[in-house]
């Protein structure tokens, strides 16, 4: 937004600083020029009277004397003839009988004054032609032609441009000055604010919003403020509920098994399945209370990765995948299942650390072992697919039909075609929310010809050492 903010501003500098500068550019080089023109009008005036004397009184010597003057003092070659069209006097090489100071003479002795109307230039050469008739009224007793040279009016333009020009170009960075400090003043808070609901969206307590820049973005920052803090503490209070209920239950729950386990020494036989199911249920209770806690601590750190990144991780998928099939094998083999395992022979780079990695593993695992029934083929691969490393479990057991694959990940859903397994119904959403922290995703979909396939996608880390 600060970019396209300063664009636009500077869009309007140079359309501002262009209309100012532009018509005083033109001014400059029109006035230059009405100098000349008057400069040498005031000249061609003073021969035109000499030649009026001169053809009054038939002494021309006071005339030539002043004609051959000028021209040796600035340079600039006169022609001066009398009615009938005939040469009085002629200066530095230029003749009446040339054909661009003829036509000149003819417009003169038909009593018309003959000045350059074109404004100079800076890059204008050469001369321009001058032409007056000499007489009184309508009365022409001869005509001045006169060619001045325009080298010094085009060197005056040029300094009098350049002059403008920097002042122009001052006056732009002045402005492009004052445009950036005008939109930091007004993007900087709007920068904050987008931080901060980054932080809010991801569950954080956002950094306090500090109320500066226009009046209006200091009303919304202050209404953010308020807002924040309400909804900051409503999730934290969310979230220390699970945690606590979590944690302070396990006291309860273990004083309870203590008490379970003293009385099986003084129940009857008959009583021995009464004792089984309760323990089964304490043993539910208590996957249930760490699966919470585990579940909070997950949305928790997808909250923090999510606005700060996280610290750089990476870890060997491959290796992990390798280790765990020879933590689950004997597991899926008690459990009637085939476990294999399908990796790379080279390192395949995950962004998450090894830890997240064995906990997604687990979960996957531990969830087809459990639902894909006896004699079941589990099959775990770890393979790079372009720039995400993918870490999928599949398995040929009865799977999911297509409304429960979209609700596999909510919390505490359990499928009605495996009630009779034991679950808490939150590995997924586990999985799932250690996968987002880091940019990833869990894909579930249905196997070929039958059964499920759950695919962990991760971003692919660089190799320690490898080349960038």
Aim: net charge positive.
């Amino acid at each position: 937004m600060r970019h396209r903010v300063q664009a636009a501003l500077l869009a309007f500098v140079v359309l501002a600083v262009a209309a100012f500068a532009v018509p005083l550019l033109l001014f400059t080089a029109s006035d230059r020029t009405q100098e000349l023109v008057l400069a040498r009008s005031s000249d061609l005036d003073r021969f035109a009277s000499l030649m009026d004397q001169a053809a009054a009184t038939g002494d021309t010597a006071a005339l030539v004397a002043e004609a051959q003057r000028y021209t040796g003092l600035y340079g600039e070659p006169l022609v001066v003839t009398d009615a009938r069209h005939r040469a009085v006097v002629e200066t530095g090489g230029m003749r009446a009988a040339d054909p661009a100071v003829s036509r000149l003479i003819d417009a003169a002795l038909r009593n018309q004054t003959a000045h350059p109307s074109a404004s100079l230039t800076p890059w204008s050469r050469g001369s321009r032609m001058f032409a007056e008739p000499a007489g009184a009224g309508t009365r022409v007793s001869g005509a001045v032609v006169l060619r001045a040279s325009v080298r010094t009016a085009a060197a005056d333009i040029t300094w009098r441009w350049a002059a403008v020009l920097v002042a122009a170009a001052l006056v732009a960075l002045a402005c492009t000055a004052l445009a950036r400090a005008v939109t930091r003043w007004v993007v900087r808070p709007l920068r904050r604010l987008d931080r901060a609901v980054g932080q809010l969206a991801a569950g954080l307590p956002p950094e306090h919003t500090r109320a500066s820049g226009p009046p209006e973005l200091r009303q919304l920052a202050t209404g953010f403020n308020r807002m924040a803090g309400t909804v900051t503490r409503a999730l934290e209070q969310q979230r220390r509920l699970v945690a606590d209920t979590s944690h302070q239950m396990r006291n309860p729950m273990a004083a309870l098994r203590l008490r379970v386990d003293a009385l099986h020494t003084q129940l009857p036989a008959s009583a021995h399945r009464t004792y089984t199911g309760v323990t089964t249920e304490l043993d539910r209770l208590e996957i249930l209370l760490d699966d919470m806690l585990a579940l909070a601590t997950a949305e928790h750190r997808a909250g923090e990765l999510t606005v700060t990144d996280g610290p750089h991780a990476h870890c060997d998928a491959a290796a992990v995948a390798a280790d765990q099939h020879r933590r689950w094998e004997p597991l899926a083999r008690r459990a009637g299942a085939h476990l294999t395992v399908h990796t790379a022979d080279v390192p395949v780079m995950a962004a998450c650390t090894e830890h997240e990695l064995v906990q997604i593993t687990d979960i996957l695992l531990d969830n087809a072992i459990k639902y894909a029934g006896r004699n079941a083929e589990i099959t775990l691969r770890c393979a790079a697919e372009g720039p995400r490393t993918v870490l999928t479990v599949t398995d040929d057991g009865p799977g999911l039909d297509t409304e429960d694959l979209t609700r596999a990940t909510e919390r505490f859903w359990r499928s009605s075609h495996h009630t009779g397994t034991t679950g808490t119904g939150l590995g997924l959403a586990i999985a799932e929310q250690l996968l987002a922290g880091r940019g990833g995703r869990l894909e579930l979909g249905a196997a070929r010809p039958r059964g499920l396939r759950v695919r962990a996608v991760l971003p692919r880390a660089r190799e320690e050492g490898a080349p960038r």
